[in-house]
């Protein structure tokens, strides 16, 4: 069941993607500022304008999202500094083992497995997740090429963290915009996700036939493929096991819904975010490594996302 309806359907995607690079041109930058500064920020508006949830709630799932992704982000870094790696690099292992699919993974696999009440919290599970995503995400992303300082203030030139901040307020003020705009808001933000996994082929196109043009050719030059596919399969490993470690650990503290509860320990152990690999081909962040552990993470996630489904239902 999770094979046929989530899995196919990315794979599917992604391998249209990896084609249309192939054959049709190279479009990676132009897909991720789509992504980045208009379907992005559409998706979070919405998902934002839309929740009924309490704020409270709202910020305890944000609240133990801020810590399950300290956990990874300290993870990450500390074995990618061990490994001899740069900030850069770094940094991109912290993109590909800190951020979780809880969209167009997490959510159906939810509805799946906890019905109408799993699809309700794996919504709210995604705002908060996306709250990180466009801060942090960002941060580390720009970060890898640039001062702490400069990557900070992108952090606030990107619109995803505004998007989120005026979908709320607007909600709980009762001045949303009228709901033909709001409507063109949603249509706009269901495009972000298959957008995301072009995106991800095309990346995965460039590991496969080694396409060194662009920026990353002296990268490959000086730190070798077989580095960066290492470095990218420590990190897919790191989202999928060490997620779902410190979640078991971390659930303990929470008083929470038992649906909820077993929602959010699934989502924990999703694989990662394709939009890992949007920030990091926007501001050149290793994006390859990123691509290699968000498909690592992706097929790892088939057997265990059923196995721990096995248990929970």
Excluded at 27 to 51: C, D, N, W
Excluded at 268 to 285: I, K
Aim: aromatic share 8%; glycine share 10%.
């Amino acid at each position: 069941m999770v094979i046929t309806d989530v899995i196919l359907p990315i794979i599917f995607i992604v391998l249209l993607g990896f084609f249309l690079r192939r054959f049709g041109g190279k479009y990676e930058h132009a897909f991720s500022k789509t992504q980045l500064y208009i379907l992005g920020p559409a998706l979070l508006f919405s998902v934002m304008a839309r929740s009924e949830t309490g704020n409270g709630l709202i910020l305890e799932i944000l609240l133990y999202v801020v810590i399950l992704s300290a956990g990874l982000l300290l993870l990450t870094q500390g074995i990618g500094r061990m490994a001899g790696g740069d900030r850069e690099e770094r940094n991109a292992m912290s993109l590909a083992g800190v951020f979780t699919n809880s969209g167009f993974y997490g959510i159906p696999v939810c509805m799946l497995a906890f019905g109408e009440e799993g699809l309700k919290w794996a919504a709210l599970y995604v705002v908060a997740s996306a709250t990180v995503q466009s801060t942090l995400g960002i941060f580390l992303a720009s970060s890898g090429k640039q001062k702490a300082t400069v990557a900070l203030a992108t952090v606030f030139k990107v619109p995803l963290i505004w998007a989120l901040i005026a979908g709320r307020m607007l909600a709980d003020l009762n001045l949303l915009p009228p709901e033909p705009f709001m409507e063109m808001i949603d249509l706009l933000g269901r495009s972000a996700i298959p957008l995301g996994l072009l995106l991800l082929g095309m990346q995965l196109e460039r590991i496969i036939t080694g396409d060194n043009s662009d920026d990353e050719a002296e990268e490959e030059e000086r730190d070798g493929s077989r580095r960066i596919v290492a470095l990218g399969i420590t990190s897919g490993v790191i989202k999928i096991f060490g997620g779902l470690g410190i979640a078991m650990v971390v659930l303990r503290f929470f008083d929470l819904d038992p649906v909820l509860r077993n929602v959010m320990l699934v989502q924990s152990a999703m694989p990662t975010a394709v939009n890992a690999v949007v920030y990091a081909t926007e501001f050149d962040c290793r994006p390859r490594l990123v691509a290699i552990g968000i498909l690592l993470s992706t097929l790892i996630s088939v057997g265990s996302i059923t196995l721990i489904l096995s248990f929970l239902v």
